[in-house]
């Protein structure tokens, strides 16, 4: 077992490019080279399953050697998150037991952003639970929820940073004192303060991890206009949270011509072609066959 964190993965692009077809090829490449390696499907589409042509969920499935895969889910991070939140209320405010919290709580689950927020508790999770691995490769969802989940820490930093600001002035108007020193320790003694305080360290070290070398991006993309344009978008929002694209895959095509053209538009450290496959890439067949023939350009990533 490694005791260096993992290298770390995360495939990003528009319906239907095959980012979940090149997640499934990249994992598989990389678990034949010796690495231990965990394919991660975020994408509430299952469509990892279909490609293995095998039932997944969060219980690892090793198809081959070196290589686990697992379907995160959701529904059930969304539930472990909003019964802590409720029970964090409950300890902290007595006095509410005596509303029914539990109907607010059922009407959370359908929130906005919430979903994202049980994909970053996934995250973490995974992390802690597979320290060993060389490397994580992360099935990413559509466009609109992987953005979103990778600008949840930044603005989970700021709410909290304001949140912090207005509990110190409550605690200050109130004249209640916040902390106390025993030696040359300071204790809180606030618990909605210290709350706040682990939260900001909790997001603050995903944030930084986000940014870590470790971690590599990995833009899908097709050859025609509707691809890159949606692709122009992802790197342009991807700038705005200094998150880097490191590698452009054109999918289903090695046509000089598109290579420079997303390169052009799509700044990154490589620009890679993929030819298109003469079989559909399902089966471990098929996909340890396609692998063989382009074992060359697989060596690039």
Known sequence: ??????????LLGKGGVGKSTFSALLALDKSKAGLNTLLVSMDPAHNQADIF????????????PN????????????????????????????YLTAFNIQDHFKTLQYSPGIEEYAMLRAYGTLLKTYPGCDVIIF???????????????????????????????ILKKQQIVSNIRMGKKKIETDPVLTRLKEMQKEYDSISQRFESPSLGILLVTRPDDLSLAESQRIHKKMNELNLSIDQVILNGSMDEKWLV??????????????????????GMNNLTGYL??????????
């Open 67 to 94: 290589l686990r895969i697992l379907q995160v889910n959701l529904e059930k991070h969304i539930k472990n998150y909003l019964k802590e939140s409720e029970n964090n209320i409950k300890q902290r405010y007595n």
């Open 53 to 64: 042509q095998q039932p997944l969920s969060e219980k690892p499935t090793a198809p081959s």
């Open 139 to 169: 099935d990413m969802p559509p466009t609109a929820m992987a953005l979103r989940f990778f600008s949840l820490p930044q603005i989970s930093l700021s709410w909290i940073e304001e949140l912090i600001k207005l509990r110190e002035k």
């Open 261 to 282: 053209k997303v390169s052009h538009h799509i700044p990154a450290n490589d620009h890679i072609g993929m030819p298109q496959s003469k079989d559909p890439l399902i």
């Open 1 to 10: 077992m490694s005791d260096r964190s993992p290298d770390l993965r995360f």
């Open 292 to 301: 063989s023939a382009n074992a060359q350009q697989f060596k690039k990533i």
